[in-house]
Nanobody, 126 residues
Framework: QVQLVESGGGLVQAGGSLSLSCAASRRAFIRYAIGWFRQAPGKEREFVAAISWDGGSTYYADFVKGRFTISRDGTKNPASLRMNSLKPEDTAVYYC???????????????????WGQGTQVTVSS
């Protein structure tokens, strides 16, 4: 069983930056695609960004393009999400998820993922 733990959330002012990390309990997770999703109060969970298992492809929701960057370094912490120019509407619980050898546009769909973290709160004040 793979366990994922997100970290790096917190409170930031609009225009500020945060970096989220997704740590895995097993080294095999470096062969997993990683996705980041978020859920704001009263809203459904939505796709934010994803990176393929080999790190060669990245995918972003339109509302974060140019502001957020997903990356991975192949270590035990397989992926990070750098968030710049944060807006109050970015306030949400952010989840990372993993899919073995995941690749392609299907990574935008949460149903593709086998493993999920518990989430980390990101709050952006105006």
């Amino acid at each position: 069983q793979v366990q994922l733990v997100e970290s790096g959330g917190g409170l930031v002012q609009a225009g500020g930056s945060l970096s989220l990390s997704c740590a895995a309990s097993r080294r095999a997770f470096i062969r997993y695609a990683i996705g980041w999703f978020r859920q704001a109060p009263g809203k459904e969970r939505e796709f934010v960004a994803a990176i393929s298992w080999d790190g060669g492809s990245t995918y972003y929701a339109d509302f974060v393009k140019g502001r957020f960057t997903i990356s991975r370094d192949g270590t035990k912490n397989p992926a990070s999400l750098r968030m710049n120019s944060l807006k109050p509407e970015d306030t949400a619980v952010y989840y990372c998820a993993g899919e073995p050898y995941g690749l392609g546009q299907s990574l935008k769909d949460e149903i593709q993922y086998d493993y999920w973290g518990q989430g980390t709160q990101v709050t952006v004040s105006s």
